[in-house]
């Protein structure tokens, strides 16, 4: 049976978003091990680890139980360039460990990283959600995304973004993007010019 990863934010010594991702890593238990008890990944992350109030990504390898946690620190990787993808056979519903196909479609291209379009619908970037934003700075995430991501599902419960159903037609509507995800503050990430889109 498959693996599965929660990535999860250390931030200050705290745990960023516990809620949201105790709820996918148990729906996702469940929905595919069939797990009845949910567990608590605060009782199974040592935050005595983390050497300081830096930022560190933690990394929760599972299936019906978790097989393996590792903590390191991070520093985001600034994005300039997109390149749209079709892909109609992808699946990612589930945060699978084994990324061997969004690895490849990224490794493919010639830009930062890629944005991939199934069934003419805009989705995701190889490793994070996206938001477009028009000229007059509303915020919209595809509403069929490949993976319904934490960050996503905070912002819009937040009302900070909203949802849409966007083909590739409809990316003339907005100017610029944010990659969004557990790691990444969504204030603070540069927005990447879609002018530079291929």
């Known amino acids: 049976m498959c693996l599965l990863i929660e990535t999860l934010k250390i931030e ?8 949201g991702h105790n ?9 595919l091990f069939g797990a009845k008890m949910p567990l608590n990944l605060t009782d199974f992350i040592d935050l005595n680890l983390v050497a300081d109030n830096g930022i560190y990504k933690c990394s929760v390898i599972y299936k ?4 393996k946690i590792t903590i390191t620190a991070y520093a985001p990787k ?22 061997s196909l969004l690895n490849q479609l990224k490794n ?13 619908e805009v989705t995701d970037l190889s490793y994070a959600n996206i938001v477009f934003f028009t000229s007059n ?14 960050m996503r599902s905070y912002l819009l419960a937040q009302r900070s973004i909203k949802e849409r159903k966007i ?12 990659p969004i995800n557990a790691m990444l503050n969504f204030e603070e990430t540069p927005f990447i010019d879609l002018s530079l889109l291929t």
């Open 78 to 99: 600034l994005i300039k360039s997109l390149q749209l993808v079709t892909c109609n056979t992808i699946e990612y519903a589930y945060k699978y460990h084994d990324r």
């Open 23 to 31: 709820f996918r890593f148990n729906q996702a238990r469940k929905a």
């Open 137 to 150: 700075n509303e915020a919209f995430t595809p509403a069929n995304p490949l993976l319904k991501g934490c």
């Open 64 to 67: 019906a139980n978790i097989q």
């Open 12 to 19: 200050n010594k705290t745990l960023q978003n516990i809620d």
């Open 167 to 178: 083909t590739i037609a409809d990316l003339g509507l907005f100017n610029r993007a944010k």
């Open 108 to 120: 493919n291209a010639k830009a930062d990283d890629v944005l991939i379009v199934k069934n003419k």
